[in-house]
């Protein structure tokens, strides 16, 4: 099945600095999500991305579709404690002609910010 | 709260043994998915409901079984339960097929 590459699979960072994390996929998709979760909840939806080359941001956070479709990355700048959480992408094997309507997610980047 | 009510929170119980999950839905919305969260598999697609009937299968064992009921809640029952089952299953829903969804808290399992 369809396997994504998410990296790095975890960081520390100061509080303050900015983040990247990417997710890469050897298949093709029209539809890149990205998601967060808090310990002991479900995964929240941060930004969705629907067309290749697409930059959309959600306040702080700026996600980016690759050109080629096969990837997508997550910037979050001036990180503050409560980004502490584990990052996930996520696409829908749907949108590339095998399978329906469930995600494919990424095993996540944890982040952890130090104060 | 994101609207999607799973019950229980945390469920302990021994091998062999057969408990259900339940899922409330966000009001209007049709579509449920399970999925399950290990520390080695991560978040994997399990069901998906719509309206009551099974619309995609995904990686769900054979002694895992789920429905939809008419008032859209849903339950996951899971038989014979071994200790590779422990893990988090969340529950998702959505307002049509295919768009965004929201996920449940979810409930912890523990097959001791």
């Known amino acids: 099945g369809q396997q994504l590459n998410q990296s790095p699979q975890s960081m520390f960072i100061q509080e303050g600095e900015d983040v990247s994390m990417n997710c890469t996929s050897s298949?093709?998709?029209?539809?890149w999500l990205w998601y967060k979760q808090d310990p002991g909840e479900g995964p929240v939806l941060l930004i969705a991305?629907?067309?290749?080359?697409e930059l959309t941001s959600n306040g702080r956070l700026t996600a980016q579709f690759g050109i080629t479709r096969k990837d997508s990355f997550l910037n979050i700048s001036a990180s503050i404690p409560s980004d502490v959480g584990i990052y996930f992408c996520a696409v829908r094997p749907g949108d590339s002609g095998a399978g329906s309507y469930q995600l494919t997610f990424g095993k996540g980047t944890k982040l952890s910010v130090i104060p | 709260d994101s609207g999607v009510t799973q019950t229980p929170k945390h469920l302990i119980t021994a091998t062999g043994q057969r408990v259900t999950l339940r899922c409330s839905p966000r009001s209007g919305d049709l579509s449920v998915y399970w999925y399950q969260q290990s520390l080695d598999q991560g978040l994997q697609f399990l069901i998906h409901?719509?309206?009551?009937?099974?619309?995609a299968k995904g990686n769900i064992l054979e002694r895992f079984s789920a429905q939809q009921f008419p008032d859209l809640h849903s339950e996951l029952n899971l038989s014979s339960l071994e200790l590779g089952d422990s893990a988090l299953y969340f529950c998702?829903?959505?307002?049509?097929?295919?768009?965004?969804?929201?996920f449940g808290s979810g409930t912890r399992l523990t097959v001791v």
């Open positions: 998702a829903s959505s307002v049509v097929v295919g768009s965004g969804y929201t």
């Open positions: 298949s093709i998709f029209n539809t």
């Open positions: 991305l629907y067309k290749a080359g």
């Open positions: 409901y719509y309206n009551g009937e099974e619309r």
